[in-house]
């Protein structure tokens, strides 16, 4: 049972610095990545959340020898991986758990996953990692909740042409063909920045990927993956995550850690809603002096603005003037969280994928919930406008992707506060 919230009182003002983490969907990607892998692999700017804590479990389960070498770093050995069969109790709490299927077929030429789980925005199929992994010569089964797929003769490069551009059957197919025969190449491929990174860990450890970052990646097969050290991205999303919240509170911040190039998407929006941005090398400036103004957002693979940053941008917009439309074109069903925004005076009509904002004076505090990980950031977002203090449930959801979020908003000055339920006392330690 969760026992937490967090009380947020709005109507202050963000200011300061703040250093994001490393990118949650590089990492859950990355982590069982490294059971490809013979010799221990050291992966630093890991972020502290609960995703990653699960996949270490999960990958403990199965014989991974995992090392926490400082507060970002993990050497993670899996040359001795006793079983190619994934928990199910475990897996199905996390979305990501997926890519051990990619990753122990390539390894073992076999793999016994349960079915994913992770936030629900609709139906989450993944036909096309399998349609990638059969090209390959597996066999697939799905079969009591969970995946069966075996290649006992091997795994052949293909060529594919996915039917939808899916970030996770990218990444899936990508990890099964690095160590099969031959040479594969996927066609209409996600561009993500994690799908580069995913593909730049593997070639520092003696992969050869190429294109990874366009819509074509061609995968030559090697014999064998070797230890290594490697960094991952800052994370875009969370980053993100942060402009926004600057852009719906007014203020002045520098962001740091991050890459400014995979934020063009979402600070372009940010400008059109009245935010100024400064970007440097490795850190971006946002204020925020003026009026909040309206937009339209449509949501689309990368390069397009993220379907993870629309709750936020959405509860932004609740706040502008005029009226704002929004077009979710990556999930059936991302819209759930607009109803906590209606309790606490929202202006918003969804009809399918589209919403549309009427942008109102104030927003009221009401007790609201986080219905999945980038909805319940929106919470928070709107939290921090809201007039009174607003109590904010179901925040494992938001702990799943976000390192330390509590304390980085109060340090920009917010007033939030991570409390025991029912008894609203602080916590004397926020994770
Ligand atoms: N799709 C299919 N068949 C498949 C796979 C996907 O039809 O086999 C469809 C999906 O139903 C969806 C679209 O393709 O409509 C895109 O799905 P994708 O496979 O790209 O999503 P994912 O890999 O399951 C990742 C992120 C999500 C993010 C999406 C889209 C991870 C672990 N998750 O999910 O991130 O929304 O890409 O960018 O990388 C989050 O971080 O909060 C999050 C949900």
Redesign the pocket.
């Known amino acids: 049972m969760i026992l937490e919230k967090y009380v947020i009182r709005g109507g202050n003002r963000l200011n300061g610095d703040v250093t994001i983490s490393g990118a949650?969907?590089a990492a859950?990607a990355i982590i069982p990545a490294t059971v490809l892998v013979s010799g221990p692999c050291r992966i630093e700017n890991v972020p502290k959340i609960s995703d990653v804590t699960l996949l270490l479990e999960i990958m403990r389960t199965m014989g991974a020898s995992i090392k926490v070498i400082n507060d970002t770093t993990l050497e993670i050995d899996c040359t001795f991986i006793r079983s190619s069969k994934a928990p199910y109790d475990l897996v199905r709490k996390i979305?990501?758990s997926y890519y051990l299927i990619g990753a122990l077929l390539g390894r073992c030429h076999s793999a016994e996953v349960g079915m994913p789980g992770g936030?629900y925005f609709?139906?989450?199929?993944?036909?096309?990692?399998i349609k990638g992994f059969e090209a390959l010569g597996a066999n697939v089964e799905v079969k009591n909740g969970f995946v069966h797929a075996n290649a006992p003769d091997g795994l052949h490069g293909a060529n594919m042409y996915l039917d939808?551009?899916?970030?996770?059957?990218t990444i899936n197919i990508m990890l099964a063909s690095v160590l099969a025969d031959g040479t594969t190449v996927i066609e209409n491929c996600?561009k993500?920045p994690?799908i580069v990174d995913v593909a730049n860990f593997l070639n520092s450890l003696g992969a050869d990927i190429k294109g990874a970052g366009t819509d074509v990646i061609k995968i030559r097969g090697v014999d064998k993956l070797h230890g290594g050290t490697y960094a991952i991205i800052p994370d875009q999303?969370e980053a993100g995550t942060f402009l926004a919240a600057v852009t719906a509170t007014g203020g002045d911040v520098r962001i740091h850690n991050i890459i400014p190039k995979h934020l063009d998407c979402i600070t372009a929006k940010l400008e059109e809603m009245g935010a100024e941005i400064e970007e440097d090398d490795d850190t971006i400036h946002i204020r925020r002096t003026g009026p909040l103004m309206r937009t339209n957002i449509k949501t689309l693979?990368y390069p397009g603005f993220?379907?993870?940053m629309q709750p936020q941008l959405t509860t932004a917009l609740c706040l502008a003037q005029g009226t704002s439309v929004i077009t979710e074109s990556?999930?059936d069903n991302r819209y759930r969280y607009v109803n906590e925004l209606k309790r606490m005076g929202a202006q918003i009509q969804v009809d399918g994928k589209i919403a549309i904002v009427e942008g109102v004076d104030r927003l009221t505090a009401a007790p609201i919930k986080a219905c999945d990980?980038?909805a319940g950031a929106a919470m928070i977002i709107a939290g921090l406008v809201a007039q009174g203090e607003t109590e904010i449930e179901d925040i494992e959801y938001i702990e799943r992707?976000y390192e330390d979020i509590v304390g980085k908003f109060s340090a920009l000055g917010a007033d939030i506060r991570r409390v025991h339920f029912p008894d609203a006392e602080p916590l004397a330690e926020a994770r």
Do not use: F, M, Y
């Open positions: 949650k969907n859950v979305r990501a936030c609709g139906i989450r199929p993944i036909d096309q990692h939808v551009v899916s970030v996770g059957a996600a993500e994690h999303i693979p993220p379907t993870d990556v999930w990980l980038r992707g």
